[in-house]
């Protein structure tokens, strides 16, 4: 069974930087793409982030490129998200959500839980 | 990377069949089959229920169905039932490399 934890998520002020975690099992993690996704709240789903199965292809949402660095340690099964001079408007749940196949062009088909990062002076 | 554009809400009685549009532009929907649905209950993680416009998930529920024309993708749920009530998100990949959600439409099953 795929599951995927986020973690890291907190309250930190306006300008800070945060890293937010996600661990992975049940699926062999070096095999597929993995992406970021948050939910401000009462609001819709944003894409943030994709990486590749073996980090050569990352993009980035507009609105976070420049600030947000994707990466992920295959031999830890884990996916990062670096988050440096947030902003009020970065506050969400955060979702890591495996891909379908090793590409980023690969569309998200399961998700975590999510992580609530709250961004507030 | 404008989001894509769906209804803000839909409904129908219970049996009723039901669409939910997704418009986007020739840069992503009407260029790329990779057009991926997801349902969202209230407090609940999204779930997949539509991958690359027309495809379920193995073992997933014969009433919801995908298409696109054009620029525009497009959800039905046949056999409307009461546990349909969620939150329905489109996906599409970019001709910049990246993905677009759409705002998200409700279902109210009357």
């Known amino acids: 069974e795929v599951q995927l934890v986020e973690s890291g998520g907190g309250l930190v002020q306006p300008g800070r930087s945060l890293r937010l975690s996600c661990a992975a099992s049940?699926?062999?993690?070096?095999?597929?793409?993995m992406h970021w996704v948050r939910q401000a709240p009462g609001k819709g789903l944003e894409w943030v982030s994709v990486?590749?199965?073996?980090?050569?292809?990352?993009g980035y949402a507009d609105s976070v490129k420049g600030r947000f660095t994707i990466s992920r340690d295959n031999a830890k099964n884990s996916l990062y998200l670096q988050m440096k001079s947030l902003r009020p408007e970065d506050m969400a749940l955060y979702y890591c959500?495996?891909?379908?196949?090793?590409?980023?062009?690969?569309?998200?088909?399961?998700w975590g839980q999510g992580t609530l990062v709250t961004v507030s002076s | 990377q404008s989001a894509l554009t769906q209804p803000a809400s839909v409904s129908g009685s219970p049996g009723q069949s039901i669409t939910i549009s997704c418009t986007g532009t020739?840069?992503?929907?009407?260029?790329?089959?990779?057009v991926s649905w997801y349902l969202q209950h209230p407090g609940k993680a999204p779930k997949l229920i539509i991958s690359?416009?027309?495809q379920r998930p193995s073992g997933f529920s014969h009433r919801f169905s995908g298409s696109k024309s054009g620029n525009t993708a497009s959800l039905t749920i046949s056999g409307l039932q009461a546990e349909d009530e969620a939150d329905y998100y489109c996906?599409?990949?970019?001709?910049?490399?990246?993905?677009?959600f759409g705002g998200g439409t409700k279902l109210t099953v009357l």
């Open positions: 020739s840069s992503d929907v009407g260029s790329y089959n990779l």
């Open positions: 049940g699926f062999t993690f070096d095999d597929y793409a």
């Open positions: 690359e416009g027309t």
């Open positions: 959500a495996k891909s379908f196949c090793g590409s980023a062009s690969c569309f998200p088909d399961y």
């Open positions: 996906c599409s990949y970019t001709s910049s490399d990246t993905w677009v």
């Open positions: 990486i590749s199965w073996n980090s050569g292809s990352i």
